[in-house]
Structure formats: structure tokens, C-alpha cells
């Protein structure tokens, strides 16, 4: 049985859309393909008695057609630092076999490619981000200001709790290199991030 569970950090998003994703309002993506990879950066978090603090993961997702109508496959990118108690708890929770957001998500899952655990590097300043998985996965965005030179917002943002707003930005690098069906090179396009606190209640 799955332990209750909280996450609380940072949230950055890269895809191959056009600013901003048309995928969050049920329209197809830009070439009838979604192509990205959603990360949570846990500065602090529990599954259980397990501390996550520190450690980050997510998924790489290909699939065709609207986003939320589902056929998603995904990869599992779980943090190399994470001990196996860690690593056990981080692949439950992402998976959605612990409920919560992902558990509500993974209904969207056609196939869970493969899970693999990487070395996690992430700095953010100012509405910059950088963020590396190992040598698989890159990915840079600054904010996109909106009217009036305001930053660019979105609210409410499918992968964040529902009280909390996604930032608008544009990618300076976004590549994978992971397998043949997960590689890509998408600068310039799509990027969301910011702040996130949510867990299995």
C-alpha cells in the first residue's frame, strides 16, 4: 500500500510548441506531436518516513494528437543520488502508483518506456532556468514578458496545483538524447516553470 506522500519546489517544462503550448487548451500541438520533458525539483518532501529533500524527478513524453486525450509514452528519469528507499519512493510517486496528481495523470500513459535514474544539475535566477539530466537531456528558458513587459503567466497550469501559477517562457536549448524515439533538438519554443507544492491528499 502506497505511503502518503508531499513535494514541494521548483517545476520546469520544455516542449516543441510554439510560446505558449496550445496543449492547455485541449488543441493539438504543433505538428500533431508533443515532445517534452517535465521535471519537479523537491526542495522538500517525504513519501512516508522516506526524505526526498533534494532530489528531483520526472518524465520525457512523446505523443501524438491532443495532450489530454492520452497515448502517452513516457520515460521515467528518477535522480542518480537518490538512495534505493528514495529512488522506490520517487518512482511510485511519478508513476502515479501513489496517487495524488500523477496518479490522476497516469491514465493518460499508453506505455512507460523505460525508467532510468541520472545526475540531476538545476540552477534559476530571476526568471532564467537551467536544467541537466546526465548527458541525455538539456534544457534552458527565460521568461516571455507579456503585455506591458509583464512576465508571461498561465493559470491554472495541468502539471502545478491548481492555486499555484505557471510561468511563460522560451527555451534557449532543449535537447534529448536518450533513444530513437526520444531525441531532440527544439530550441526556441515552449517553456513553463515555477513553484509547486502538492502530495497524495
Not at 535522480?79 to 528507499?85: F, L, P, R, V
Not at 538545476?122 to 539530466?133: C, K, L, P, R, V
Not at 537531456?137 to 521568461?143: K, L, N, R, V, W
Request: proline share 5%; glycine share 12%; charged share 20%.
Amino acid at each position: 500500500m502506497a505511503e502518503d506522500w508531499t513535494i514541494k519546489g521548483e517545476y520546469v517544462e520544455c516542449c516543441n510548441c510554439s510560446v505558449p503550448c496550445q496543449c492547455l487548451w485541449h488543441e493539438a500541438p504543433d505538428d500533431d506531436i508533443c515532445n517534452a520533458g517535465v521535471f519537479w525539483n523537491i526542495e522538500d518532501g517525504e513519501y512516508g518516513d522516506v526524505s526526498l529533500d533534494g532530489l528531483t524527478g520526472g518524465v520525457l513524453l512523446d505523443q501524438e494528437g491532443v495532450l489530454f486525450e492520452g497515448g502517452w509514452n513516457v520515460v521515467l528519469v528518477l535522480d542518480e543520488a537518490a538512495d534505493e528507499a528514495q529512488s522506490e519512493a520517487l518512482q511510485l510517486i511519478f508513476s502515479g502508483e501513489a496517487g495524488g496528481l500523477f496518479g490522476a495523470l497516469s491514465e493518460m500513459i499508453d506505455e512507460v518506456v523505460d525508467v532510468v535514474s541520472l545526475p540531476f544539475e538545476y540552477t534559476s535566477n530571476d526568471g532564467h532556468f537551467e536544467f541537466e539530466a546526465g548527458d541525455a537531456i538539456s534544457m534552458e528558458a527565460q521568461g516571455s514578458p507579456g503585455l506591458h513587459d509583464e512576465p508571461g503567466s498561465v493559470f491554472p497550469h495541468p502539471l502545478m496545483p491548481p492555486d499555484q501559477e505557471g510561468k511563460l517562457g522560451k527555451s534557449s536549448e532543449w535537447l534529448v538524447e536518450f533513444n530513437d524515439q526520444f531525441s531532440w533538438d527544439n530550441p526556441g519554443n515552449n517553456a513553463y516553470f515555477g513553484e509547486f507544492e502538492f502530495g497524495s491528499a
